[in-house]
């Protein structure tokens, strides 16, 4: 039994994982296949291969919920929340297929994407990182399923062997940063910060920056846009926390956010691989900001 396996044991945090991670499969397989059919489809006849993966991975989740009678509130990007089984959700479900900008570049929206994340957050209360009880992101390439739940490590599976995930420390002008600026030259504040930085790079959208954070393969994130809601960093985020990373959610004034009840509320965010990164990045966006 390897470290992953003894960590998780057959406790109900494993098996509600487990069954996070087969209905991360299922859903991501159906919708895969109608944007395939989407695709393929006469031009009059052409459903949004967005609308369409939505639809079908929402589908196969519902049902996979149903065989096993686990009663949750559904949230798929775009759509309202749908209650799901009998009684009293014991979760909220967040279901999330994340695309990144040259996709549109290259004439395909929605299809090819990087990420599909699904997290298990209680079923009332603010939607804070530290109570997602489960997170699984299945990447488009690479690792098979990367993974995290409450009081565990990070994961990532490959080939059936898992792996921890860990962030790597570095200060601001050792950093390799990425900020999201959809086309747009960044304003003062982030312009100084990312030249105090060793390096920056375009990773694209947000689950994939922080997932790369929590991979090792970048420092930092930031994104003062104002325009994120839970189903762009929830899973990815705890993901993140759970490799030895922070997340910050900050509001107009670039003071930090209160965990939001509603996960349409929009919000930018700062994250690091460590609190000492935060807080210095922190502290130079607002020193330049006011």
């Given at each position: 039994?390897n470290?992953?396996r003894?960590?998780?044991?057959?406790?109900p945090?494993?098996?509600e994982?487990?069954?996070?991670?087969r209905l991360?499969?299922?859903a991501?397989?159906a919708?895969?296949r109608?944007?395939?059919?989407?695709?393929?489809?006469s031009?009059?006849?052409?459903q949004?291969?967005?609308?369409?993966?939505?639809?079908?991975?929402s589908?196969a989740?519902?049902?996979l919920?149903?065989?096993?009678?686990?009663a949750?509130?559904?949230h798929?990007?775009?759509?309202?929340?749908?209650?799901?089984g009998?009684?009293?959700?014991q979760?909220?479900l967040?279901?999330?297929?994340?695309?990144?900008?040259h996709?549109?570049?290259?004439?395909?929206?929605?299809?090819?994407f990087?990420?599909f994340c699904?997290?298990?957050?209680p079923p009332?209360?603010?939607?804070e990182?530290?109570?997602?009880?489960a997170?699984?992101?299945r990447p488009?390439?690479g690792?098979?399923?990367?993974?995290?739940f409450?009081?565990?490590?990070?994961?990532?599976?490959?080939?059936g062997q898992?792996?921890?995930?860990?962030?790597t420390?570095?200060?601001l002008?050792e950093?390799?940063?990425s900020?999201?600026l959809d086309?747009?030259?960044?304003?003062?504040?982030?312009?100084?910060?990312?030249?105090m930085?060793?390096?920056?790079?375009?990773?694209?959208?947000t689950?994939?920056?922080?997932?790369?954070?929590?991979?090792?393969?970048l420092h930092?994130h930031?994104?003062?846009r104002?325009?994120?809601?839970?189903?762009?960093?929830?899973?990815?985020a705890?993901?993140?926390r759970?490799?030895g990373?922070?997340v910050?959610?900050?509001?107009?004034?670039?003071?930090q956010?209160?965990?939001?009840?509603?996960?349409d509320?929009r919000?930018?965010?700062?994250?690091?691989a460590s609190?000492?990164?935060?807080?210095?990045?922190?502290?130079m966006?607002?020193?330049?900001?006011l």
């Amino acid at each position: 039994m390897n470290e992953f396996r003894q960590q998780s044991g057959d406790s109900p945090k494993w098996r509600e994982l487990h069954l996070l991670r087969r209905l991360t499969d299922a859903a991501f397989a159906a919708g895969c296949r109608a944007v395939r059919e989407a695709n393929a489809a006469s031009s009059h006849a052409r459903q949004n291969p967005a609308h369409a993966f939505a639809e079908a991975s929402s589908a196969a989740a519902v049902k996979l919920l149903g065989e096993h009678s686990w009663a949750a509130l559904l949230h798929v990007a775009g759509s309202p929340p749908q209650h799901i089984g009998s009684g009293a959700p014991q979760a909220r479900l967040f279901l999330t297929p994340t695309s990144e900008p040259h996709d549109f570049v290259r004439g395909m929206p929605f299809a090819a994407f990087s990420h599909f994340c699904v997290a298990a957050a209680p079923p009332i209360g603010p939607l804070e990182i530290a109570t997602v009880r489960a997170a699984v992101i299945r990447p488009l390439a690479g690792a098979d399923m990367l993974m995290a739940f409450d009081g565990a490590r990070a994961w990532a599976e490959w080939q059936g062997q898992h792996h921890e995930m860990s962030t790597t420390m570095a200060a601001l002008p050792e950093a390799s940063i990425s900020a999201n600026l959809d086309g747009h030259a960044p304003g003062r504040a982030l312009a100084e910060v990312l030249g105090m930085a060793r390096e920056v790079r375009c990773i694209g959208g947000t689950a994939a920056a922080l997932l790369a954070i929590a991979s090792g393969q970048l420092h930092a994130h930031v994104d003062l846009r104002g325009t994120l809601g839970a189903h762009d960093w929830l899973a990815a985020a705890a993901l993140l926390r759970a490799a030895g990373g922070e997340v910050m959610l900050l509001d107009k004034a670039l003071e930090q956010a209160p965990p939001p009840n509603n996960p349409d509320q929009r919000h930018a965010l700062v994250a690091a691989a460590s609190r000492d990164l935060l807080e210095e990045i922190m502290a130079m966006l607002r020193q330049t900001w006011l």
